[in-house]
């Protein structure tokens, strides 16, 4: 059954992103409260405010309904803001970095030790740097999803309330469903100063593959998988499997390695 298109106005849409309107009005509150019994306490000068979420909604982008649960950049990435001592004021800078970054650089921030376990890196340097002349750097980042089937989650009144290989199918977004279980991929995200590439591997009955030049192909249309030699797509293969199953420092290599 082909697809349909979700119509021009949805009112569930326009419902959730009012809600997020008004609840960031509470976070601004938060906010505000904080910063002042930072300055309260004098130390103001002395404490680094750390400003990040998850992924949000779709809201009827790409006519999808809600979550975002795809390998694309418009679903993992998620903004990150710092202030703090000796970070420049108002710049922004493309490295990129992960979630797992962060007790690192925090620690580091904090001029504490960081474990060898963790699996991230500090980007402490990068940070009082930013706005300086332009440095090379090698940085992988791994992104992992496990697709879910769940016959529960099926509004009675879609076509296919009977496969349970899907899952969050809403008869208010047009029986659109928002997982199945072949959703799930591995992805290695492989950035440098002059290249950005992302690799994913879905774990279905096709072995489906990607590559996008993030760089020439922000916007992910052109899958480049044809284009390489088998032998090419074996090497990501491995810097994937590689890069999945490493623990603490030992995944800090990889990039170098390459």
Not at 88 to 95: L, R, S, V
Not at 142 to 162: A, H, Q
Not at 219 to 232: A, C, G, Q, R, V
Request: charge should be negative; proline fraction near 5%; charged fraction near 25%.
């Amino acid at each position: 059954m082909q697809p349909q298109q979700l119509p021009q106005n949805v009112s569930i849409l326009d419902d959730i992103q009012r809600h997020r309107l008004q609840s960031l009005l509470a976070v601004d509150e938060m906010v505000k409260t904080i910063v002042e019994e930072v300055e309260s306490a004098g130390e103001i000068n002395n404490t680094y405010f750390i400003f990040t979420s998850d992924h949000g909604f779709h809201i009827g982008q790409f006519s999808l309904p809600w979550d975002k649960r795809q390998p694309y950049e418009t679903d993992i990435r998620v903004p990150f803001l710092i202030s703090g001592p000796s970070i420049p004021h108002n710049t922004t800078d493309d490295y990129p970095i992960s979630a797992v970054d962060l007790v690192p650089t925090i620690l580091d921030l904090a001029g504490t030790e960081i474990p060898n376990h963790a699996d991230g890196v500090s980007f402490k340097q990068r940070l009082l740097e930013i706005g300086d002349e332009a440095q090379s750097y090698e940085k992988l980042i791994l992104v992992e999803y496990w697709g879910e089937g769940n016959k529960k989650s099926i509004d009675d009144r879609c076509p296919w309330k009977e496969d349970g290989n899907l899952a969050e199918c809403s008869k208010n977004a047009w029986c659109k469903c928002q997982d199945a279980r072949n959703n799930t991929y591995i992805c290695v995200l492989q950035f440098s100063y002059s290249s950005r590439l992302k690799f994913c591997s879905f774990d279905d009955n096709q072995s489906f593959v990607e590559l996008y030049d993030l760089e020439s192909d922000p916007y992910e249309l052109d899958n480049l998988i044809s284009t390489i030699t088998k032998h090419k797509i074996r090497d990501h293969h491995k810097i994937l499997h590689k890069f999945r199953k490493c623990r603490g420092k030992r995944c800090h290599g990889i990039a170098h390695n390459l």
